[in-house]
Nanobody, 126 residues
Framework: QVQLVESGGGLVQAGGSLRLSCAAS????????MGWFRHAPGKERECVFS????????YYTDSVKGRFTISRDNAKNTVSLQMNSLKREDTAVYYC???????????????????WGQGTQVTVSS
């Protein structure tokens, strides 16, 4: 069956960095757009960053511009989120998600993604 397993979360001080990784199995990874979402207490789940199946197209939410980057390795079935200059408001559970896409496009709506990981907690302290 399809599995998405996130790793790399943890506790970090404001201004620090973390790298989240997501290992996918049970699917043809190169045919899926991938997304990183986060869910903070009292807020809706939001798309932080997404990347098309080839990696050529990306989307990010404004609040992470210049601080986060996404990458994928279709040979290793992994997608990563490098998070720099972390802020307290980045504290959330981060999820990796896969969206089967016939084209090299990406989407940000949570309901359009087919598979989800279990999530990894990121806590940024002041």
């Amino acid at each position: 069956q399809v599995q998405l397993v996130e790793s790399g979360g943890g506790l970090v001080q404001a201004g620090g960095s973390l790298r989240l990784s997501c290992a996918a199995s049970g699917l043809t990874f190169s045919t899926y757009a991938m997304g990183w979402f986060r869910h903070a207490p009292g807020k809706e789940r939001e798309c932080v960053f997404s990347i098309s199946r080839s990696g050529r197209n990306t989307y990010y939410t404004d609040s992470v511009k210049g601080r986060f980057t996404i990458s994928r390795d279709n040979a290793k079935n992994t997608v990563s989120l490098q998070m720099n200059s972390l802020k307290r408001e980045d504290t959330a559970v981060y999820y990796c998600a896969a969206d089967h896409s016939p084209f090299d496009t990406l989407r940000i709506r949570t309901d359009l993604y087919d598979y989800w990981g279990q999530g990894t907690q990121v806590t940024v302290s002041s």
